[in-house]
């Protein structure tokens, strides 16, 4: 009863089952308007004519679209059966040169106990006897040939999955075609690199009812392969969509394989394909038609309801005609005024393409512009560096040239050096035998090794607890003073240095901190604090007083270890050490010297000078300050507006550099007086760089407090750097000394030329006081000499600032003061010493004759050394000597006329600069107008007067120039002159040798007779009576002679002058053809 009630309760969930998964869309309800979307499955590029299946027969089965009959069906499952699964241990092997034969009959051996039963029978023989098994043929095992990925790389295993899956991969998309529609009705999109084409769904919202309700089509496939350039159609297939087979509801619930090119329809109720053969279809699961036994009657739609749905379709199709006809009545609107609307299309288009072309303009030109100010930056860089590297070859060159003339000096320099370190070694001996008389050192009577110093007892280290602390103290502070005093005078530092001060005097060890105090050394005073130990014993720990004592031996020790060589053989012994120390040092040869009578030497002057001699500390640089007392102001008036009598007072005074910070900060006797208020007023600082080439700061201006208490702009010393000539202007923050208005900060560094520059200056002008502070960095006002008076630059510049106290008060004052300055030294040097410089050369080269105005700047003096002027021409011949010296002047003066070049062109820019601020700035506006419009005049005139003397300087150079191509050619005149002599010189020379050669061929003939005639083949017969009266007569055969010797001398003579003008002739021809090529 049980088994009865599962059986059906299984049958019951097939049918359940079967009917989830049956279509409920009618045969006639599919409808191209009911397909949602196409797939393709197994995409397969090679196509073959015959469907049938490899190893098969063709026959009705493989027919395509064979008629489906329920026994066909039945007589398809029975003959498909399971086949038995084989193991590892069951694997054939498979035949590596096997034949087709072995291999289907390895096929055919499935294992089947029956099957081998009968492979068995059927190798024995007819009488019984067991045939004898053929040997194995070669074979690799079936396992072995399936590990052939198990030891691959991933490189090659990705290699060969991508060269199984090119073949089959391909771009694919689908047409479908109506019955008698030449375009097709729909064309897909195109899936790229696939082998299963997932298409979109179907949209069909455009097309006609009639196209929707179409159940007959034809569907193309087309692909295109990496192998193939063109598409291909794959397939092309006519399809009935009533005939769709029915495969599951959805696309991944499929369990059955597909065949290549499968093409499968999502309509609304599930999946369907098409089969091209009953042997591939697989009906889906029916489910057993169950007996209705309910007897309730079931209603269609009304008539009026159908009438309604026919009414809605007559609608719909009404709307979609209007539509229809809407649409072509736009299609031909558009299509009139296409003209219109390609026009307005391609102006907008114009139009943006000209937006862009000139927003590409603009792009492009701001960055031609960048190019051409970088360009032009690195142009100047690229000149300012020739400047410096032609300044730098000349100074080079001149050093080099010191150098060579100093070597002569070396000598008796060297004598001077050592003579030097010998009377510094006798000055050192005579202040350490000073040193032993203050503090005389004393042995103690029956005591060894036990000394006084100033009849103050003081043990070694190990005895020192038998002493009072307070003499210890003392002796120890007169030890630590000697130390000191010895430190400085020998030139050996000590490592720990020493603060003599008496009972109290202390030891610093900056080298090491001691363990236990380490930790309380928080901040730097407390670490310094730490580090200084006490030469007491009185109040203090004993350990900081016995590490103190063993510092001060350390001192004693390392100094006769350094400085004299000297080993101590114990450092505990305090004074024992320290009188050998004096012993050593004042031992040498010769008697002490005398000691020199000092004095101040800012005393010596005289009563009445409020000014101070220069210190000898100011070895590196010259100082000079001008101290202000300026405009008094009390009441309360604004600025430029007082009524009360305006007293002016100016001092000057020669600056040691260890008061130059006194004088900045205005402390000691630098001080203003409590009475006076510092208004309008101003204050100069001139000094004197290190050397009249080099660029070099003075040593003292480096010094922070004094850079802080001038308040310059920060990148004045900066600008003193820069060689070319740089100005610039600064807003500065608020003043240190109390002042609430704004201040203003200028910068000017003049061309670099020894003659006329006039260095640095920097200037801040405090606007709430009036007041302004000043430095000028220069060589130009030689201060070397102000100790004794004023130079007469500075003289000049200092009446200048004396004429003009009415405008003390005024920004621009200083500038002005100082351009004005620097103009009148660069059109000094321009007239004066170039002009008289250029007179001399054209003098000298004697051809330019204009300019004779000048004449009186030849009675300077032409070299150091008196030497002659030199003359191009003297007695109408060149002097290569004087040349020489002539061409090196010229190069000396051209250069300098180039660098005398910049400072014109650079006194106009500052001119222009300074209007600028005087127009712009709200502060300087505000200023006194009377002097503000002095100054702007005085800047006009600055900058019409600096563009003459740049034109005077260019006139200069082009002088020079002019005057150098004159010597060059006077210098190719006259070698032209001295070839020319030459040529004469060889011409007359070759006619000389003609003559010679035409005197000797005319003698040449008749020597030649003579000698033959006179050899002994001829014998002369004279007369008997000759003979006996002895009477010499000439040969009656001497007609012999001139017979023979006239004509060969005519013929010898021909055929020299024959072969001259043959070569002649030649010669003519070489030349002619040298100057034609």
Known sequence: MASKDSTQRAQSADAVAGRRDRPWLLPYNCRLRNVISISLRNLSLHTSPSSRRRGQTIDDDAVPNTLVSPAKLVALREKKTLGHSRSSSDLRRVPEDGSYSDVESAKRDTGSPKRNRD?????????????????????????????????????????????????????????????????????????????????????????????????????????????????????????????????????????????????????????????????????????????????????????????????????????????????????????????????????????????????????????????????????????????????????????????????????????????????????????????????????????????????????????????????????????????????????????????????????????????????????????????????????????????????????????????????????????????????????????????????????????????????????????????????????????????????????????????????????????????????????????????????????????????EGLELPSCSLCSFQQTAGVFSSHALPKSRSGSNGSRLGLVFRTPQKKNCSMGLFAISYDFGTRSATALNLSYAFDLEQFGTLPSNALRTLIDQLMESRAQWGHPLFLPCIFLVAHAARVKSYINGTIGSEIAIVKDCVGVTRAGTSQKAFLTQTYAADEAKQPELFVDGRLQRQDAKRLTEKINDLSTSIIYAKRSPLWDTQVAKFLLGILGQDEEVQKSDEAASKMFKEMLEYVSNFSEGCLEEAESAEAQMKLQLEILYTSIAQDDGQTSARLAASAGRDSTSMKIIALITAAYLPGTFVATLLSMDMFKWQFPASDAATGINRASPDFWIYWAVTIPLTIVTISGWAIWWKFEKYRFDRDVRRTVDM
């Open 119 to 707: 492979s068995s029978h059927a190798h024995n023989v007819g009488n019984g006897t067991p045939r004898t098994p053929p040997r194995p043929s070669f074979a690799k095992l079936r396992r072995r040939s399936t590990l052939e990925w198990a030891n691959a790389s991933p490189q090659s295993r990705q290699e060969r999955l991508e060269g199984l899956t090119a073949d089959r991969m391909a771009d694919a998309f689908f047409s479908l075609h109506a019955e008698g529609v030449q375009d097709p009705i729909y064309v897909s999109e195109v899936v790229e690199h696939t082998m299963n084409p997932t298409f979109r769904s179907i949209d069909l919202d455009l097309a006609a009812p009639g196209t929707t309700r179409l159940d007959e089509l034809n569907m193309r496939v087309w692909v295109k392969s990496t192998k193939w350039d063109n598409w291909r159609q794959l397939l092309e297939t006519s399809l009935k969509l009533r005939e769709l087979q029915y495969l599951c509801k959805h696309l991944e619930d499929l369990d059955r394989p597909l065949p290549h090119n499968a093409i499968v329809f999502s309509l609304p109720d599930g999946v369907y394909t098409t089969f091209n053969s009953l042997a591939e279809y697989v009906p889906p699961p029916m489910a057993p038609l169950a007996r209705a036994n309910s007897t309730r009657r079931l209603h269609t739609s009304s008539f009026d309801a159908l009438l309604r749905l026919s009414k809605l379709d007559d609608s719909i199709q009404d709307a979609l005609a209007t539509r229809k006809q809407l649409a072509a009545e736009l299609e031909a609107i558009l299509q009139e005024n296409r003209t219109a609307m390609t026009e307005r299309d391609r102006v907008a288009e114009a139009q943006d393409r000209l937006k862009t072309i000139e927003y590409a303009k603009k792009t492009v030109s701001k960055q031609l512009e960048k190019a051409r100010m970088q360009q032009e930056e690195k142009r100047k860089v690229l000149a300012g560096r020739r400047d410096l590297m032609a300044a730098d070859t000349k100074n080079n060159k001149l050093q080099g040239d010191d150098m060579r003339e100093s070597r002569t000096e070396i000598p008796g320099r060297r004598h001077t050096l050592e003579q030097s370190k010998k009377d510094v070694q006798s000055q050192r001996r005579r202040i350490c035998e000073d040193l032993q008389k203050v503090y005389p050192i004393q042995p103690i009577k029956n005591k060894a090794l036990a000394f006084t110093i100033r009849d103050l007892p003081l043990p070694n280290s190990e005895e020192i607890d038998g002493s009072p602390p307070e003499t210890i103290a003392a002796a120890l502070g007169h030890v630590a003073h000697i130390l000191q005093l010895l430190s400085f005078y020998l030139g050996t530092p000590l490592p720990y240095p020493v603060n003599p001060r008496s009972s109290t005097s202390t030891v610093y060890d900056p080298i090491s901190l001691l363990p236990s105090e380490a930790r309380k050394a928080t901040t730097a005073d407390g670490e310094k604090t730490l580090r200084t130990y006490p030469l007491f014993s009185r109040g203090v720990p004993r350990f900081r007083f016995e590490y103190a004592l063993f510092l001060l031996n350390k001192d004693i020790q390392l100094m006769l270890d350094t400085g004299f060589g000297v080993r101590v053989l114990d450092i505990r012994h305090t004074l024992p050490n320290l009188k050998y120390l004096l012993y050593v040092a004042t031992a040498g040869e010769g008697e002490l010297p005398a000691r020199k009578a000092g004095g101040i030497r800012g005393l010596m002057r005289g009563a009445g000078s409020e000014s101070r001699a220069a210190s000898s500390d100011s070895t590196s640089s010259a100082l000079s300050g001008i101290l202000w007392h300026g405009v008094r102001q009390d009441d309360g008036k604004g600025r430029g507006a007082a009524s009360h009598p305006v007293n002016y007072d100016c001092k000057t005074a020669s600056l040691p550099e260890r008061d130059v910070e006194d004088w900045v900060w205005q402390k000691g006797t630098y001080a203003p007086s409590q009475a006076a208020q510092r208004r309008s007023g101003f204050r100069i600082l001139f000094a004197q760089s290190t050397s009249g080439f080099a660029r070099g700061v003075p040593t003292t201006l480096h010094n922070a407090r004094v850079l």
